[in-house]
């Protein structure tokens, strides 16, 4: 059986608005998701992220459960609202020396600490000033990532610029399921475009800050499968790998939008205007993380028709293609499981970028876990899901894919965006009430893979 290199990096994830809390304490100001949590009806329950997990206050003790389990490194993000509070401008300290603690305490137990810059917590100023949707937004986030790389630089071990942004411009700007809840249909992909310009802007800000740490970016891939070789189904195949999948690999590895893309959107003239934004957002990484969770068969819709623009608010290119339910077994987020599309997604990116160096900087399921009368959790569920895709990196590495770590996610339980707290994605068990952690099974199963794997 293939083993996993001596230096394959195994971890754990998290994000700051998930579990920090204190979201009020030391400078910290705003985000759009305090405002978006606080919309009603927009998450599960009312529930916020003002308290979450309470890692403000109880990283030490979080840190201290990840050196038990063994991990190499700790990938979590910085909130831009605690780093400079209004999004540009005044910097505060107080939220700079909180994460370098962070740092410095993973530090200290043998734990790589991995950053994200942005995941998903834009200071709500920013928001009022036009967002994502906004050139200036972009040229804000290269400045907060100039100022946290200057400031933590000597602590930090990697540097990821954005996690997932077609979650921030296609979820928060069409679909309006994420902040700030915006339903633009095509002029998401604008969003798209600023923020694939921040992440450009902000890794040349980052390379002439100086300085060894890797610099690369996270997406969510999607392993998308035609639900039949016709036509129209493998068309449907093409819009939600194009608009899922190349909107961002390919300017960010090959320098140029899909064009399929922009012509299924209408948004030639658009990006064409902007073409020569495309060299930045190509600026060279050392990296790429990819977060994985599920594989989507789909076909096309009855009427063979894919774009309506009499549909209110359309998501671009998308919302007419039918996901097909293949009757494959499903997490409590009703994700289909499918391990082997982890090695799609993986080879997919190999094939545009060879050698570029590939993380999975996200992997794991939900399921409604039970706690036992002696207060375990035996999570069977969850540990096999985790099991199977471990197994799925195996197989990438024997095939040669330049895999080199692998984060799941999450280490706790925590704040699941629109679905509050009814979600829990945790190797360990958060109690809300009383702030408890306990390691799952699945968390165990974690611990012993990783030492057995290393050996
Ligand atoms: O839905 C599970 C995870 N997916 N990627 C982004 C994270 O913030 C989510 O919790």
């Not at 005044?90 to 137990?109: I, K």
């Not at 809300?432 to 057995?452: H, L, M, P």
């Amino acid at each position: 059986m293939t083993t996993f290199p001596a230096d394959f990096v195994w971890g754990t994830a998290t994000a700051s608005y998930q579990i920090e809390g204190a979201v009020a304490e030391d400078g910290r100001r705003p985000s759009t998701w305090d405002t978006f949590a606080r919309t009603p009806g927009k998450v599960w329950n009312g529930d916020t992220g003002d308290v979450a997990c309470d890692h403000y206050h109880r990283f030490a003790e979080d840190v201290a459960i990840m050196a038990d389990l063994g991990v190499d490194a700790y990938r979590f993000s910085v909130a831009w609202p605690r780093v400079v509070p209004e999004g540009t401008g005044a910097v505060n300290q107080a939220g700079l020396d909180f994460y370098r603690r962070v740092a410095e305490t993973c530090l200290e137990h043998g734990v790589q600490p991995y950053v994200t810059l942005y995941h998903w917590d834009l200071p709500q100023p920013l928001e009022d000033a036009g967002g994502w949707l906004s050139r200036s937004t972009a040229e804000a986030f290269a400045e907060y990532a100039r100022i946290t790389h200057e400031a933590l630089g000597d602590v930090i071990g990697s540097w990821i610029t954005l996690n997932e942004p077609w979650c921030s411009a296609l979820l928060g700007y069409a679909a309006g399921v994420h902040a700030p809840g915006q339903q633009l249909g095509t002029r998401s992909l604008e969003a798209a475009h600023h923020l694939l310009l921040g992440h450009g802007l902000a890794v040349q800000a980052m390379r002439a800050d100086g300085g060894e740490a890797p610099l690369g970016i996270t997406l969510n891939l999607h392993a998308v499968r035609a639900a039949s070789d016709s036509e129209a189904d493998l068309e449907a195949a093409r819009r939600y790998d194009g608009l899922g999948n190349r909107l961002f690999l390919d300017p960010l590895l090959r320098g140029a939008y899909p064009e399929d893309v922009l012509a299924d959107t209408g948004t030639t003239e658009w990006f064409a205007e902007r073409s020569d934004d495309l060299a930045t957002i190509a600026e060279p990484i050392d990296f790429i993380g990819i977060n994985y969770y599920s594989a989507h068969t789909v076909a096309a819709p009855e009427d063979g028709r894919f774009s309506d623009p009499s549909l209110p608010t359309p998501t671009p290119g998308s919302e007419r293609v039918v996901t097909v339910d293949t009757g494959a077994e499903k997490t409590q987020m009703g994700w289909e499981i499918h391990p082997d599309g982890l090695v799609d997604v993986l080879a997919q990116v190999h094939a545009l970028a060879p050698g570029l160096p590939l993380y999975v900087t996200e992997n794991g399921s939900a399921w409604p876990d039970e706690v036992g009368p002696d207060g375990r959790v035996e999570d069977e569920d969850r540990r096999r899901y985790l099991e199977a895709h471990l197994e799925a990196c195996r197989e990438a590495v024997a095939r040669g894919l330049p895999l080199k770590g692998y984060f799941c996610w999450s280490l706790l339980d925590n704040f699941e965006w629109a679905f509050g707290y009814d979600r829990r994605f945790g190797i360990v068990r958060v109690d809300y009430e009383t702030q408890q952690r306990t390691v799952k099974r699945s968390g165990e199963f974690y611990r012993d893979f990783v030492a057995r794997e290393r050996g």
